[in-house]
């Protein structure tokens, strides 16, 4: 009963013996394959929205004008004035603060706003 059993595993050992060396093209060929379906997985999961995501943003900052609502870090002010690359943001009670645009995560325009407000319930 031994011996079957032994037989039955030696037998699939010596196939797969005989095919332990393959050429080496064929593992560059595989190698390349790989590396290249890991770029493409890459490019469509990774880099694509992350650009798509950053075009959106910076149109975003540069359609800003005074008088917008923005949201900085947690900050929330009103626009006063746009510079190169900073804003100043008119706070509670006539503070101001400069902000650089790059930190600005949300823009409400005034439109956006008086839209918003101009609808009421109905009684």
Same mark, same amino acid.
Not at 43 to 46: N, P, Q, R
Not at 65 to 78: E, L, S, W
């Given at each position: 009963m031994?011996?079957?059993y032994s037989l039955l595993f030696a037998l699939p050992v010596a196939v797969f013996a005989q095919d332990a060396a393959p050429s080496s093209q064929g593992n560059m060929m595989q190698t390349f394959i790989m590396i290249g379906l890991a770029l493409v997985f890459f490019?469509?999961?990774?880099w694509r929205p992350e650009q798509k995501r950053r075009k959106a943003a910076e149109s975003m900052r540069t359609a800003m %004008?005074?008088?917008?609502?923005?949201? =900085?870090?947690?900050? @929330?002010?009103?626009i006063d004035r746009i510079k190169d690359h900073s804003v100043i943001l008119k706070m509670v009670e006539g503070? %101001?603060?400069?902000?650089?645009?790059? =930190?600005?995560?949300? @823009?409400?325009?005034?439109s956006d706003e008086a839209s918003k407000t101009d609808i009421s319930p109905e009684s």
């Open positions: 031994k011996r079957i490019y469509f999961i990774l %004008k005074k008088g917008d609502r923005v949201t =900085a870090m947690g900050i @929330v002010g009103t503070a %101001k603060i400069e902000m650089l645009k790059a =930190a600005i995560t949300e @823009v409400q325009s005034v």
